[in-house]
């Protein structure tokens, strides 16, 4: 498949809703998997039962989302700022207003960042569910707590393809009105800013673009997919691992491949043996979007989500991240249509949430 031509691309009739289901679809899926992030399958079996975990319900306790929803805010954070000052007919350098938020997200984990600015508090700074120490990546906090802004010419931590640029990287895509193009240059120039190998820019830029084709242009899941596929195979010097793990997610994923164990996905132990346990960039991609394009075949979209979402995160590897990938590409392919009504009411904070994507939602279209 060609990548699409590389157009201006104004947002759907439905564009508020699908922004609002990615960042929730998001949110679900990281909480579904942060209760099970560090935890083996077996392990997750010996609490849950041989079915794993499979609702929010059975949580001992609050609900709660990781880093990864939180890092996803202030992703969207920087670009309400950068929105906010094309309003007022100021351009904005992009991925500096990106560094400047995600400072402010470490300095709500507690962390100082040597000799970086100091930005001016935003609205999201006081809100205190996010202050909340969700078990940050490595990468993440050790990037930003240098602080030298990470460029892929100047880079940070350069031997770091973890999967924390990935799982931060979805509201990219839900960018209207520009190519898309410039959507997966966005995102992978602020993968640079807490990692420095490849893969774990270009993973990021995929994911962004995959994300735009679906919130924005529109395009079936599949199409989508190898459309996504397309771009990273034309990226100059492409990471030989992202194109491999791309590869087999799609290919694992389709009906022949499937009908050799009678349609039902790889899943636990096989799915992690094929695609990777998710810790690093590429695998957290091929993992997640594997889950949703296996389950495609659901009745609706909220068995769709459900049915991805369980197969995302029932497993030994990094289960939030790949929980939170899968839905966010639900909640972008569906918009709220995807959402489990009954996961909504256990979610935290879900009007922070809405409220930041109603603000995006404004500053992109003025609705």
């Not at 769709?304 to 839905?327: C, E, F, K, P, Q």
Request: hydrophobic residues 45%.
């Amino acid at each position: 498949m060609t990548i699409p031509a590389d157009t201006t691309n104004a947002p759907p009739a439905d564009f508020a809703s699908r922004v609002q289901g990615t960042l929730m679809g998001g949110a679900l899926g990281d909480s579904l998997g942060y209760l099970v992030e560090f935890d083996t399958l077996a392990a997750i079996h010996a609490t849950y039962g041989p079915a794993g975990l499979l609702d929010l319900s059975q949580a001992r306790g609050p609900v709660h989302f990781s880093d990864d929803t939180q890092m996803s805010l202030y992703t969207l954070d920087g670009l309400l700022e950068v929105l906010e000052w094309a309003n007022d007919g100021v351009g904005a350098d992009i991925n500096a207003c990106q560094w400047l938020a995600y400072l402010r997200w470490l300095k709500t984990q507690g962390i100082a960042a040597a000799g970086a600015p100091q930005p001016p508090p935003r609205w999201i700074d006081a809100q205190s569910v996010l202050h909340h120490q969700r078990h940050p990546g490595n990468a993440c906090v050790s990037g930003l707590a240098t602080g030298e802004m990470g460029t892929i010419f100047r880079p940070v931590n350069p031997n770091s393809k973890g999967c924390g640029t990935v799982m931060r990287s979805a509201p990219y895509g839900l960018l209207p009105n520009i190519p898309a193009e410039t959507v997966y240059k966005m995102s992978s120039d602020a993968a640079s800013l807490t990692h420095g190998h490849p893969a774990a820019r270009q993973s990021s830029g995929a994911f962004s673009w995959l994300i735009h084709c679906l919130a924005v242009q529109g395009l079936d899941l599949r199409a989508a997919a190898e459309s996504t596929r397309a771009r990273a195979a034309a990226e100059p010097s492409a990471d030989p691992a992202l194109l491999a793990r791309l590869e087999a997610a799609m290919e694992l994923s389709t009906p022949t491949a499937m009908s050799k164990d009678d349609g039902v996905p790889l899943h636990g132990a096989s799915l992690t043996a094929a695609l990777g346990q998710g810790w690093v960039a590429e695998e957290a991609l091929a993992v997640a979007l594997y889950a949703v394009l296996a389950t495609a075949a659901a009745a609706s979209p909220v068995e769709h989500y459900l049915a991805a979402v369980r197969l995302a995160v029932n497993h030994d590897g990094d289960s939030d991240s790949t929980g939170a990938i899968a839905g966010n590409i639900l909640g972008a392919l569906y918009g709220e249509a995807a959402l489990p009504p009954a996961w909504l009411a256990l979610c935290e904070a879900p009007q922070l949430i809405r409220h930041l994507g109603a603000e995006f939602v404004k500053l992109t279209t003025g609705a």
